[in-house]
């Protein structure tokens, strides 16, 4: 779970010669029909390997909006949620 929230903190492209990371934030900025949030899954599968052996469907990201004007990301893992803010 510890390398999960180290993969929420890291931004895509954080570390010099790997593209290990997150870019949720583009998710927050385009439409759900894009396909952004799947891409972000897989990339997150790729990035922490041992996540490929649960099952397909033990892994969502929803969004979640906090009144007045905030989105956030929630990622569900086998039924453990981890939230992204955006805010560093």
Known sequence: ??????WLQTPQD????SDYG???????QTPHAAGLANAQVKKLIK???ILSILPRSSINLYTVDVPPDKVYILID????QFTFTGEQ
């Open 22 to 28: 997150n870019n949720l934030k583009e998710v927050l």
């Open 47 to 49: 990035d922490v390997p």
């Open 14 to 17: 954080g570390y010099l010669g």
């Open 77 to 80: 893992v086998y039924g453990m």
């Open 1 to 6: 779970m510890k390398m999960i929230d180290h």
